[in-house]
């Protein structure tokens, strides 16, 4: 029994030893990674808290999209933009309240909102379609350089690159530049995915120009299947 003590007491002396020398280290990491555990729980809730708070406020940008009353749509969107912009629903909320606001009257306010989106959207798909229709409201307006300036720069796929060719084709006709238009109607179309029916509405928009897109076939190959 006496032998078991001693071992016990040499025991317990190299434990004592060991938390002498590493025993405020080990405290220390503890401390650190119980920290971290408790600072991911808490940024968790926080991120679950504001996208509940943005939802709802989404949700009173469409009730008043769906009604057609562009001052609240307008007032919604300021309120998700100001407290949770860097949500998605702040961002879809932009493309939204654009639509609205465009259609309403309120180009400016609707110009401001597609900007907001294509400049602080963190996905950069909502920053390419903001970007897309804001070209088209700045064209309408007749502000043609300002809407190439918006679909100039790289887009995150080449079908937003098509579309932001066929885009530049659309603006081009406009200023009757339909050697402009064509190369990027051709781009456009060769960007697009061939069962797309978008592609087909650009084909359709090159023949109008006199182009046919679709290859020359071999005299070989018509001839056999004459």
Known sequence: MAHLD???QEQLDQLKHYW???????????IVVFGAIAAWNGWNYWQRH???QAAALYDEVERAADAG????VERAFGDIKDKFGSTTYAQQAGLLAAK?????????AG???????ADKASDAGYQAVARLRLSSVLAEAKAYDDALKQLAGSFPD???????????GDIYQLQGKKTEAKAEYQKAWQGLDERSEYRRL????LNALGVDPQPAKPAAEQTAKS
């Open 100 to 108: 609205v606001l465009v259609d309403k009257g309120k180009p400016d």
């Open 6 to 8: 001693l071992e016990e």
């Open 158 to 168: 080449k079908q937003f690159d098509a579309l932001a060719a066929d885009r530049r």
């Open 50 to 52: 504001q996208a509940t």
């Open 20 to 30: 002498n020398q590493y025993g405020n280290l080990i405290t220390w990491a503890l």
């Open 69 to 72: 009353d562009a001052t609240r």
């Open 202 to 205: 650009v084909e359709v928009k």
């Open 111 to 117: 110009k401001a909102a597609l900007a907001w989106v």
